[in-house]
């Protein structure tokens, strides 16, 4: 069992920055691919970026590479995402989640672990 716990969240002005962290318990956090998803109002949820359980290979939606970028910190048990250069669109309820088997990171259903989600605003 993993339980995950973001923070970060808050209201920033468009061209701003935040950073987002996931807490994760247990010891076996380094064994577990990590990933960011994200839902407006009135929206699917949404892939925004993935790395793998080493940190190696990262992944991103196109809405956002570029801009964020995904990193991990296993002796913490932490997963981060730097938000810059944001925009109105970013404005949604983000989520990290774990992945056991990994596989393809970008399917929200590959995941078996959620967070309660952390809500980001970007005013213009």
């Known amino acids: 069992q993993v339980q995950l716990v973001e923070s970060g969240g808050g209201l920033v002005q468009a061209g701003g920055s935040l950073r987002l962290a996931c807490a994760a318990s247990?010891?076996?956090?380094?064994?577990?691919?990590m990933g960011w998803f994200r839902q407006a109002p009135g929206k699917e949820r949404e892939f925004v970026a993935a790395?793998?359980?080493?940190?190696?290979?990262?992944y991103y939606a196109d809405s956002v590479r570029g801009r964020f970028t995904i990193s991990r910190d296993n002796a913490k048990n932490t997963e981060y995402l730097q938000m810059n250069s944001l925009k109105p669109e970013d404005t949604a309820v983000y989520y990290c989640?774990?992945?056991?088997?990994?596989?393809?990171?970008?399917?929200?259903?590959?995941?078996?672990?959620w967070g309660q989600g952390t809500q980001v605003t970007v005013s213009s």
């Open positions: 790395i793998s359980w080493s940190g190696s290979t990262t």
């Open positions: 989640a774990a992945s056991k088997r990994c596989g393809i990171l970008i399917l929200a259903e590959n995941y078996d672990y």
């Open positions: 247990g010891r076996t956090f380094n064994s577990y691919c």
